[in-house]
Nanobody, 125 residues
Framework: VQLQASGGGLVQPGGSLRLSCAPS????????IGWFRQAPGKEREGISC????????HYADSVKGRFTISRDNIKDMVYLQMNNLQPEDTAVYSC???????????????????WGQGTQVTVSS
């Protein structure tokens, strides 16, 4: 079970990016899915999750109001739309299965199961 994140890049402060998450070897639609990020020298930070049935989405306070998680269970993809990006958002972003219900606790406690290669997001002028 692996997930592949893509869509990262270099963007100026205030800009936007849309990350995509694709599965490898399993059906993404069967799982709660989350995103986390890790900047150099910092702890991994859970930032968002979405339930398998697409009914619940939760966000860390650091990204609330700027990031939006979504999923397309027909295409078997999960997305993270990131708006108003700031330098402190610079990190490697990864998507992962969430091993418990998608909620604030899962994000804060990084309740992630499987993930794969992340994608670099750099916010700089």
């Amino acid at each position: 079970v692996q997930l592949q994140a893509s869509g990262g890049g270099l963007v100026q402060p205030g800009g936007s990016l849309r990350l995509s998450c694709a599965p490898s070897g399993f059906t993404l639609a069967d799982y709660n899915i989350g995103w986390f990020r890790q900047a150099p020298g910092k702890e991994r930070e859970g930032i968002s999750c979405i339930s398998s049935d697409n009914r619940r989405a939760h966000y860390a306070d650091s990204v609330k109001g700027r990031f939006t998680i979504s999923r397309d269970n027909i295409k078997d993809m999960v997305y993270l739309q990131m708006n108003n990006l700031q330098p402190e958002d610079t990190a490697v972003y990864s998507c992962a299965t969430v091993v418990i219900n998608c909620n604030d606790y899962a994000i804060r406690n990084r309740a992630f199961g499987s993930w794969g290669q992340g994608t670099q997001v750099t916010v700089s002028s």
